[in-house]
C-alpha cells in the first residue's frame, strides 16, 4: 500500500524510470534489437493520465513496425506504480517488426496499478497493449493484476509463474502456454 499515490513521499519520483521509444528513424533504422539485460527497476511512479499514467518502470512506445524489437532479459522491477502497467507498460503501436519483442527471465514483485484496493485487474506487474512474449518470467505478489493483455496481436506469456497477485493473475487474449 505504500507505493499508490496517496504516498506523497513518492511525487518526486520518476514517471518512467527507463522509456524505449522503438520509432526508426533516419539515423537509427532499428536494424539490432533494443536490449536492456541484468538490471533492476525500482520506485517508477506513472500517477498522471494517458501517456504519463503508464509503464512505472519501463515504458514501451512508438511505432516500429518499419524495424526492431526489443528484448528485456534478466530484469528486476520492484515497487513500481503506474494508472495501468505498473512496472512496464507496452503501447498498442509496438509489433514483432524485425524479430519477437521478448520479457525473458524477468521478476516482478511488489509492483501496483490502478486504485487501492481495486478489484479490476490493471496490470499491477505488465500491461500489453502492443506486441511482447512473457517467457520463464516470475510475477507474483503485485497489486490490482499480474499481467493484462490488451494486444490484438503478438502478445503471450509462455512457461511462467504467475501468482499471489491480487485482481487476477492473467488477464485479457487468450495467449497463455504452460503457466503455474
Not at 62 to 67: F, K, L, P
Amino acid at each position: 500500500n505504500l507505493i499508490f499515490p496517496e504516498n506523497g513521499t513518492r511525487t518526486d519520483n520518476a514517471t518512467h524510470v527507463l522509456t524505449l521509444d522503438m520509432t526508426p528513424t533516419t539515423t537509427n533504422i532499428n536494424a539490432w534489437p533494443t536490449v536492456v539485460d541484468g538490471v533492476t527497476i525500482a520506485g517508477g511512479h506513472a500517477a498522471g493520465t494517458a501517456s504519463a499514467g503508464r509503464g512505472g518502470g519501463i515504458y514501451v512506445k512508438g511505432n516500429n513496425a518499419n524495424g526492431g524489437h526489443y528484448i528485456l532479459s534478466r530484469c528486476f522491477f520492484i515497487g513500481n506504480y503506474a494508472a495501468e502497467g505498473g512496472a512496464l507498460y507496452v503501447e498498442g503501436t509496438v509489433g514483432n517488426a524485425g524479430g519477437t519483442c521478448l520479457i525473458d527471465r524477468c521478476g516482478f514483485f511488489n509492483n501496483a496499478a490502478g486504485q487501492r484496493s481495486g478489484i479490476e485487474n490493471a496490470g499491477g506487474a505488465v500491461c500489453l497493449a502492443g506486441a511482447g512474449t512473457i517467457v520463464n518470467t516470475a510475477i507474483f505478489n503485485n497489486e490490482n493484476g499480474g499481467v493484462k493483455i490488451t494486444a490484438a496481436d503478438g502478445a503471450a506469456v509462455v512457461n511462467s509463474t504467475v501468482t499471489r497477485n491480487t485482481g487476477s493473475g492473467i488477464d485479457g487474449k487468450d495467449k497463455t502456454v504452460n503457466n503455474t
